[in-house]
């Protein structure tokens, strides 16, 4: 669908995978070079609403009281008209979904999994102001999550074009589990992509890699980057690194074996 194609977003739109991207990863574009991808680099994947496992991933750490939501209504569902055109049936049953959540969060709103079922929901459909702030009280219920920081940076880095607000919930994501790399990646990615700027995001790969050593991703990202930046032999050292790696397939180890040539050939005189 429009976003979750390209998503930036983890569970819960990355992990729970999402939970809708609940609770897991944050989806990678690949370990392929930059110049061979042919999808941009943000939000995480998706969630089923029958996912029992637990709605917190830094632990069973909520706040004791929950706040009063102040956001978008519920069940309220803004989404984007060619993403709707794609699957009509799909938006009238997420219409419904959203209608009965509302019901069980008006009687108890300290239900993560919920919310991040209406994040996803809403992001699915392109209704990225809903999204952000099913997320924004998920930061607030549920601070010991990554996740939700996670996709909230996403949707605000790429979607909602507030890469002020992105940065802080980036860093959060990173704190609360730094030895996930995927949070390594989307960070380094956003300040190249969004930010323009390339020293930040080798140091958020760098960063990465010294706690997730070898990460096939952070490294052609890495080599992507020092390419873009003129540093030929840092991107070839980069990318041989990554072609090591035992989890790599053919297909990718093929694509960065060419992409390494491309970069022999420009050191020679």
């Known amino acids: 669908m429009v976003s979750l194609a390209r998503s930036h977003l983890v569970g819960l739109v990355v992990v729970g995978m999402i939970i809708f991207a609940g609770l897991l990863l944050v989806e990678s574009r690949g370990t392929i070079p930059r110049e061979l991808e042919t999808t941009p680099s943000p939000l995480p994947m998706s969630a089923s609403p029958n996912d ?30 060619k993403a709707i055109a794609q699957v009509p049936d799909r938006y009238q049953e997420a219409k419904a979904e959203l209608a009965r959540i509302a019901v ?23 209704d990225e102001p809903g999204a952000a702030d099913a997320y924004e009280y998920l930061n607030a219920i549920a601070p ?39 949070y390594y990646y989307g960070f380094g990615n956003f300040w190249r992509e969004v930010m323009q700027e ?7 790969f760098l960063q990465g890699l010294s706690r997730v ?23 070839i050292a980069s990318y041989e690194r990554a072609f090591s790696h ?22 020679s005189p």
Do not use: C
Request: aromatic letters at 10%.
């Open 52 to 81: 029992n496992r637990p709605a917190i991933g830094g632990g069973e750490r909520m706040v004791p009281t929950a706040p009063l939501y102040r956001g978008l209504p519920v069940s309220q569902l803004d989404g984007n008209p």
């Open 104 to 126: 069980a969060l008006a009687e108890n709103s300290r239900q993560p999994p919920l919310w991040m079922r209406v994040a996803y929901l809403k992001h699915f459909f392109g």
């Open 144 to 182: 010991g999550d990554p996740i939700p920081f996670y996709n909230l940076a996403a949707i605000y880095g790429y979607y909602l074009k507030r890469p002020e607000k992105a940065i802080p919930k980036y860093r959060a994501a990173i704190e609360l589990d730094p030895a996930t790399a995927e």
């Open 198 to 204: 390339p020293a930040a995001a080798e140091a958020t």
């Open 213 to 235: 050593p070898d990460f096939p991703p952070l490294l052609t990202a890495l080599g992507s980057l020092y390419a873009e930046m003129g540093e030929i032999a840092k991107a």
């Open 246 to 267: 035992p989890s790599l397939g053919s297909g990718e180890r093929a694509a960065i074996e060419a992409e390494v040539e491309r970069l022999k050939q420009r050191l």
